[in-house]
């Protein structure tokens, strides 16, 4: 059974760092054109793309959010580490991870359930 | 960025009815390389479609997407009390990979 799932800290204060991990099962991203991605939604709000890194180390990043983020892989290849820097109420939301099935298209077929973080002093 | 426009912003059915939801690009999407996802309350995102009309895994046959360049569609042909949710359109082929701002599907 494949499932992804996401971990890390529920507050964080403005203009800190945030790491959340995404942990896999059932794959890796030892395997040719899979990808892992981070999908973001503030409370009521919609789905925002947020990053996407595949077997190749091939990064992708949302350009609005490019100059504070970070995606990389775990030595196990089976984590995904996502750091978003400087922090700001903005940033608040559910993080979600999801695997990424085609190198060439960025679509997401089996997600996380999501982890919330609030940002705020 | 495409941005991706989704109507309407709630529908409201019965269970039995036939529901059509709308998402315009504001642009071509290459490949017509577009993804439906379901997100019930309190629920992570479901892919039910990529690429405009390739069904995912176990989603039901009542389930159809279709669409080319900037109009695509979803059907759901007759509503299962459990298909009243948030639908979102995503746009998966031109970086950033974005998304709509959804439909809600609720009890009439």
């Known amino acids: 059974q494949i499932t992804l799932k996401e971990s890390g800290p529920n507050l964080v204060k403005p203009t800190q760092s945030l790491t959340l991990t995404c942990s896999l099962s059932g794959f890796s991203l030892t395997t040719d054109g899979l990808g892992v991605g981070w999908i973001r939604q503030p409370p009521g709000k919609a789905l925002e793309w947020v990053a996407v890194i595949y077997w190749n180390d091939e990064k992708r990043y949302s350009p609005s959010l490019q100059r504070r983020l970070t995606i990389a892989k775990g030595a196990s290849k089976k984590q995904v580490d996502l750091t978003l820097t400087n922090v700001d109420p903005a940033d608040t939301g559910t993080y979600y991870c999801?695997?990424?099935?085609?190198?060439?298209?960025?679509?997401?077929?089996?997600w996380g359930q999501g982890t919330t973080v609030i940002v705020s002093s | 960025e495409i941005v991706l426009t989704q109507s309407p912003g709630t529908l409201s059915l019965s269970p039995g009815e036939r529901a059509t939801l709308s998402c315009r690009a504001s642009e071509s999407i290459k490949n017509t390389y577009l993804a439906w996802y379901q997100q019930r309350p309190g629920q992570a995102p479901r892919l039910l479609f990529y690429g405009a009309s390739a069904r995912a895994t176990d989603i039901p046959d009542r389930f159809s997407g279709s669409g080319s360049g900037t109009d695509f569609t979803l059907t759901i042909s007759r509503l299962e009390p459990e298909d009243f949710a948030v639908y979102y359109c995503h746009q998966h082929g031109s970086s950033p990979y974005t998304f709509g701002q959804g439909t809600k599907l609720d009890f009439k």
């Open positions: 999801a695997r990424a099935v085609d190198y060439w298209t960025v679509y997401f077929d089996i």
